[in-house]
């Protein structure tokens, strides 16, 4: 079975600078995998190649086996590839039963006319009440997005994410900017998401790495440094060297 995402000999240069250095990836059908790295790693540039927003220099990336290295990123997502952002894009007057209700008309093909098919069709409402719920939305629904705690607006753009039916999903930092007291709920959200979803986490919060991930890879100066096991990471005197003593123990 190919594996859900893989890339080979990935490689993106700005001028003189190479952000990727021959990436050579593999998220299987299934993963809880995450990407770690110290700051300025390439960790975002490397998701921005994989969701097409950047195209890469040299060398291809495949979703479950087809060649997607040139495909436009709203293509990815039809093919069943989706992603958050380190910083939310979310519309701040619009509340979540509205963005969801986008998200699903969109999929749904009647993306110009959402307004009217939320509430006029059964199957939509009952798929957003059913994200809503899953996400731990279903109590603020009505309210503006930029009233929301921001742990909420985190959880509404994995919402937003999820529906579009992602057969991979990608979660750029999605604790980033959280406070303590709304993590907890986060991390317990993201720990149920469905296994018929490969899930690559990008991510600085080794909690929420270890309450997750199956394996893990780490990204230094845009190549790939080591991969394994959570315990053989963790355990790996070289990444606690790259981490200049940062502790990998949560």
Known sequence: MAPALETRG???RFGGLIATDHVDFRLETGARHALIGPNGAGKTTFVNLLTGVLPPSAGQILLEGADVTRLRSDLRVRRGLSRTFQINQLFPTMTPLETIGLAVSERMGSGRDWWRVIGSKAAVTDEILEIAERFRLTEVLGEPTRTLAYGKQRLLEIAVAFACRPRVLLLDEPAAGVPEAERQELLATVAALPRDVSVLLIEHDMDLVF??????S????GALFTEGSVAEVANDPRVRAVYLGESLDG
Request: aromatic share 8%; hydrophobic share 60%; no cysteine.
């Open 10 to 12: 990935l490689v993106r």
């Open 218 to 221: 780490v990204l230094v100066n």
């Open 211 to 216: 309450s997750f991930a199956d394996r893990i």
